[in-house]
Nanobody, 123 residues
């Protein structure tokens, strides 16, 4: 199984951008569907985006048109480019693999979590 490490979080102002990275260690990275989830203070963890093994993508409605997920199998890394950030995007962002080879926004479908990276959008 993969181990996942997120990076790239930080403090930005509304309207600015960040790119999160999810670096994976382990074998056969190209066979894994990878998802991004987030958890805001006092709220439940929610699915944000997912990318399949053939780079098909999925987004939650609140980030469509602003966030872009991509992957580099050569670098064993999945990226989340976040543009036009809003204060409501403030959360800890986690990447994850799934129990079965599918894209999902459901927490119970997750097999492995990364440790998370904090994103704060504030003026």
């Amino acid at each position: 199984q993969l181990q996942l490490v997120e990076s790239g979080g930080g403090l930005v102002q509304p309207g600015e951008s960040l790119r999160l990275s999810c670096a994976a260690s382990g074998s056969s990275f190209n066979r894994y569907y990878i998802g991004w989830f987030r958890q805001a203070p006092g709220k439940e963890r929610e699915g944000v985006s997912c990318i399949s093994t053939y780079s098909s993508t999925m987004y939650v409605d609140s980030v469509k048109g602003r966030f872009t997920i991509s992957r580099s199998n050569a670098k064993n890394t999945v990226y989340l480019q976040m543009n036009s950030l809003k204060p409501e995007d403030t959360a800890v962002y986690y990447c994850a693999t799934f129990r079965v080879p599918t894209c999902s926004m459901v927490i119970n479908d997750v097999h492995t979590w990364g440790q998370g990276t904090q994103v704060t959008v504030s003026s």
